[in-house]
């Protein structure tokens, strides 16, 4: 099974649809939902979007297939005219729901694939405006096999799309790489290494003098503190200095990194909440 080889709406990388060897079958159906509720089985992209509708998500996402970034180019042609293929289908029975609904509708978004190919991206992304979407997503990994971003990637499908369509970098988290992906016009993220790294005692804190400048790609804006270090155990300062979070403005690294040391519940939760905060003023910070 491909990593997040398909959505449905409301639950990215939640549900995943089965990739069946090509000689099985060349129809539609040949992808079946995978799911820990054996009610749901059978699912197809058509009847995930309907599903998507009825329970009446903020924001929907048309069916995709999802690639490795390096997986060959015959692959990569499948996943594409299979994601077009269902982003039209998932747009039609998103648009039924609507009329069937009415109210005030959600947004339905599309996610671009390709891999790391350049016309395959372009054609996808050209493809899915041309379906119509009210924003669009990056999908596959984001990542090379050195974890290094793939802003290539995301440059080619940023272009290709509408300059005022809303793009979603999907999976891209790391703060830097959340710098370069908003210069290439990605405004949304979702990703969960900020809370991951947190509750593994991995805090991140602006370097002096850049909490309050505009950070641009390949500046070197921020650190990460490894709490666990020995090194903390006597620091009696914040984390960071001027940060407002609940942890900064009443603890001292030492304290966390005691929490951390015992076992206290409390160590986990003061982490994310810095580092939630961290993205919060990070994400202030590029929108001026
Ligand atoms: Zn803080």
């Keep these: 099974m491909a990593r997040c080889s398909a959505t449905l709406a409301g639950s ?6 089965v990739r069946i060897p090509a000689a099985a079958s060349s129809a539609t159906t040949r992808s079946s939902f995978a799911s820990h509720r054996p009610e749901r089985s059978g699912t197809s992209p058509l009847s995930g979007s309907s599903a998507s509708s009825s329970s009446w998500a903020r924001t929907s996402w048309s069916a995709y297939d999802c690639t490795d970034a390096d997986a060959p180019e015959a692959e990569q042609e499948r996943a594409v005219e299979r994601t077009v293929r269902w982003a039209r289908r998932s747009r039609e029975a998103f648009d039924r729901g609507v009329t069937e609904r009415g109210g005030d509708p959600p947004r339905i978004f599309a996610v671009i694939q390709g891999g790391r190919i350049e016309a395959l991206r372009r054609q996808c992304a050209a493809e899915l405006a041309g379906i119509g979407f009210d924003g669009y997503g990056f999908g596959g990994w984001p990542l090379d ?10 440059g080619w499908v940023a272009e290709s799309l509408p300059a005022d369509a ?7 988290g790391r703060a830097d790489h959340v710098v370069s992906a908003f ?4 405004s949304i993220f979702d990703c969960a290494l900020p809370t991951r790294d947190a509750r593994h005692g991995r805090l991140y804190a602006f370097r002096s003098g850049s909490a309050g ?3 641009a790609p390949g500046d070197d804006f921020f650190r990460a503190i490894h709490i666990h270090d020995q090194r903390y155990r006597v620091d009696h300062s914040p984390i960071e200095d001027g940060c407002d979070c609940p942890l900064c403005a009443r603890h001292s690294a030492a304290y966390l990194h005691h929490l951390f040391k015992v076992g206290d519940g409390s ?3 003061l982490a994310t909440l810095h580092n939630l905060r961290f993205y919060v003023r990070l994400f202030k910070l590029l929108r001026g």
């Design 183 to 186: 210069a290439l016009g990605y």
């Design 166 to 172: 809303p793009k979603h970098a999907l999976g891209v």
């Design 267 to 269: 160590a986990e939760r």
């Design 213 to 215: 400048r505009r950070p």
């Design 12 to 17: 990215r990388c939640g549900a995943s649809f």
């Design 145 to 154: 096999a050195d974890g290094s971003l793939l802003a290539d990637a995301l």
